[in-house]
C-alpha cells in the first residue's frame, strides 16, 4: 500500500491504539479478580463466553440490564476522584437484575473518552471490577472508546450492561398481596440518581467541591461522590431463604415511582415516613434547595435504596437475615387496596 502524501497516522488524528492496547495489558488482572463459575475465556476476544451449566443452572431464563451513571459522572471529572464510579456503574445494573429475582452473572462496560488517559482510565476500570466483585459477577468484556472531537478535555462516559440468570418459574414479583409487609434497606447516600438537582444545590449554595461538606466529615466532592450501595448478596440470600414477593430498586423517581412498579393492580402501599431517619445529606439538600417533601420522594431514594415485599409471617426473620448481611433494616409500611403510594407522617 502506498503512502500518502502527508503521511498521516490514526494517532495524529486523536486515537492513540497502544494506549488501549495498555489499558487492556492493565485491567486483565483486576478483571481476573471477578472471576466465578461458568466464565470461560479472560479479555481479549471479539465477546465473552460464559457457561450457565457450568453456574449451577438446570434450566435458566436469562435477564439482562444496562444503565449509567447519569450527571454524578460530572462531579467525578470535575474534582478528578474517578476511582468510585464504576462502582455504581455495576450497582445500577445490578441492582435492579436482583429485583427480577435474577443472580447477576456477567458484566460489560463501555467507556467513552476524547483522549485516552491511562491513569484515570485505569481507576475507573478498577472501580468497575471492584463493583462486580461485590456483586458475585465478572467483569468478561467491555469497550474503549477513543473519540476525540466527541468530548471536551477530560470528560468521559461511562454505560453498563450486567447479565443475570434464575431458574424457570422464579421470576419476581409475585404473589404481591396486601397485608405484605415492606422492608426498607438504608442507602448509602444519593447513590446516582437526581444529580442535575443535586449539582444545581450546590451552585446555590456557593460551595466548591473541595469545601468542607456541610453534612460528613470530608469534603463536599467526596460526600457526593459515595458510591452506590449494592444490594445483591443480601437480597439473593433473603430470596432464597423465602418469603420474599417483590424487590424495588429506589431509583429516579424514588419511591413514590419505583414501588408501584412491583405492585399488581389494584394494589397500592401505605409507607410511615417515620420509620427512618433522613439522612444528613437529604436533609441539606432540601434546606438549601427549599424541596418540598414530595419532591424529595420522588426524586431521591430519601434514605432508602431497596424495598423488600414480603410475607407477613416471614418479615421478623428476613429482616433479621438481612441485618446478619449487613444491611439496615426498617419496616416501612404494608402493600394495600387501591392504587399509589400513600404516607403517613413525616420525614425527620
Known sequence: MSQGKNGLTYAEAGVDIDAGNALVDRIKPFAAATNRAGVMAGLGGFGGLFDLKAAGYDDPILVAATD?????LRIAIDTGNVGTIGIDLVAMC???LVCQGAEPLFFLDYFA???LELESATQIVEGIAKGCE???CALIGGETAEMPGMYGAGDFDLAGFAVGAMERGHALPADVAPGDVLLGLASDGVHSNGYSLVRRIVEVSGLGWDADAPFAETSLGA???TPTRLYVKPALAAIRAGGVHGLAHITGGGLTENLPRILPEGAGAEIDLGAWNLPPVFKWLAEIGGLAEAEMLKTFNAG???VLVVAPDRAEALSALLQTEGETVCQLGTVTEGAGVAYTGALG
Do not use: R
Open 68 to 72: 449509567g451513571v447519569g450527571t454524578k
Open 94 to 96: 445490578v441492582n435492579d
Open 113 to 115: 473518552t476524547g483522549k
Open 134 to 136: 461485590g456483586a458475585g
Open 223 to 225: 460526600a457526593l461522590l
Open 304 to 306: 432508602i435504596g431497596m
